[in-house]
């Protein structure tokens, strides 16, 4: 058996969109791993596939895969190259929102241009619970040891829970030992997205993250849009901000508590394939 698939990518945040609305995909965690693998298979951050639509308003049901065969709920920059491949289906047309429902959402999405989409995230959650975060007290900031370092998180779930760590130096060898440990950290029923924010200005941000199932990333979507969220809560950043990654800019937006959070970026096509090594599907 095979599986046709076309590669994308969000600022490098890579992607295997597969449409299981016309072909049977199981979720298989180990045949996930093989397609996943940089080496053998196709290589990708995350497997995005696409099923019939269960809210009345969607387009699509989207159900998100990482690398290790594990289960994300939410994803940005998932979201974004869905909707451009749905767009270049002509499944949704260009400038109209139209809506695509996740594990824990139905999001409206809206592509400008080719390349261009803008999703609304949502309202960002800041209650421990959200995060499956097993907090001493309710406060946004919590104090957590972390492979011996004792790290002031905060603790928001964007649709999937992550933690925010504002450092000086996004460079620091320490942050290699800390990002996994603290996406693997206890306190998190089910691990947890490290994010680590540098602010530049109120209006401009510089993150890595450190993501479940996929690890260090070229760009975490979600993962920008809880750094922004955080920030904005201190009072340290506008309500419009640039976030930088490794991989490229987000434009992120958000009035402040209570308000929808919308982001904006690239969603890239690379080539589409056949994966013939489909096994027991």
């Not at 974004?80 to 959402?105: F, N, S, Y």
């Not at 790290?151 to 460079?171: F, K």
């Not at 510089?206 to 920008?224: F, I, K, M």
Request: charged share 20%; hydrophobic share 45%.
């Amino acid at each position: 058996m095979s599986l046709t698939f076309t590669k994308m990518h969000g600022l490098g945040n890579d992607f295997a969109v597969l449409d299981a609305r016309v072909q049977h995909f199981s979720g298989d965690p180990a045949l996930i791993r093989r397609m996943g693998d940089r080496q053998r298979g196709i290589g990708f951050d995350q497997i995005l596939t696409l099923h019939p639509a269960a809210a009345p308003d969607g387009v699509v049901t989207l159900r998100i895969w990482n690398r290790d065969g594990t289960r994300a709920e939410q994803c940005g920059n998932g979201l974004r190259c869905v909707a451009a491949w749905l767009a270049r289906a002509g499944e949704i047309a260009p400038g109209v929102d139209a809506r695509v429902q996740t594990d824990r959402v139905v999001a409206t999405v809206r592509v400008h241009a080719a390349e261009d989409v803008e999703v609304d995230m949502g309202v960002p959650d800041f209650s421990p619970a959200a995060a499956g975060f097993a907090a001493t007290s309710n406060t946004t900031a919590q104090r957590l040891d972390v492979a011996g370092t004792t790290l002031d998180v905060t603790v928001v779930s964007m649709g999937n829970p992550h933690a925010v760590v504002v450092v000086e130096d996004l460079a620091a060898p320490a942050l290699d030992v800390l990002g996994p440990a603290l996406t693997a950290h206890v306190a998190f029923a089910h691990g947890v997205n490290a994010g680590f924010v540098r602010v530049l200005d109120r209006a401009h941000l510089a993150l890595r993250v450190h993501e479940r199932g996929a690890g260090w990333t070229q760009a975490c979507g979600s993962g920008a849009c809880a750094a922004m969220a955080a920030l904005r809560t201190s009072a340290r950043v506008d309500a419009e901000v640039a976030a930088a990654l490794p991989g490229g800019t987000l434009g992120i937006r958000w009035q402040g508590p209570g308000a929808h959070l919308w982001m904006r970026g690239p969603a890239t096509f690379v080539y589409s394939g056949t994966w013939l090594d489909a096994g027991d599907t």
